[in-house]
């Protein structure tokens, strides 16, 4: 199911919000959807695709890093599809801070890395049910040493691209 905007009937996917498990530290996965479907049976007739944002614990691991519980790390993916295999998945935001002043941020290149390597594992691990990713962010970092959500961009605060932006354009001239 699509929406249809009526003046241009252009269609619209319908993707269901970022977090589809209950993911906590404190406690164990709750999985909470099927209540939710459970209470309105016509919710699978509205949603499109499951979106995630697969952000690890600790926020300084790359997209390989695959702890026994993937809850907490970018296997979250994987468990995201489980709750239902007959939708896309899509990675609507991941990234990585490089604040230089802070306890879980990154360098520069290990920024690149992990970008890139999110983007490659989308694709080969998880290419049958993932259809987009999106990367935070196109935004320019604000060069705040200690400020994490200023430092996601893939651009200095200058203007100048970093690495991880030249890590997406070569994936994307490569056709990955």
Known sequence: ???ING?????????AGGACLQVRADC?????????????PTLNQVI????????????????????????WD??????THQVDPSLPIWITEVGWSTATNCV??????TQASSVHDAVVRAVQEFGNYVTRIFIYSMDMSNGAAG???????????????????NSLVGLIQNGV
């Open 147 to 165: 400020d994490r959500e200023g430092n996601y961009g893939l651009r200095r605060s200058d203007d100048s691209f970093k690495p991880a932006w």
């Open 104 to 109: 879980d941020c990154v360098s520069e290149a």
């Open 1 to 3: 199911v699509t929406v």
């Open 28 to 40: 164990p996965i709750v999985n909470w959807l099927p209540s939710v479907f459970a209470s309105d």
């Open 74 to 79: 970018y296997g979250r993916i994987a468990i």
């Open 48 to 71: 499109n695709a499951w979106s995630v944002h697969p952000y690890p614990s600790s926020r300084d691991f790359g997209p390989k890093v695959n702890r026994s519980d993937p809850r």
């Open 7 to 15: 003046a241009d009937n252009t269609t619209v996917p319908v993707p």
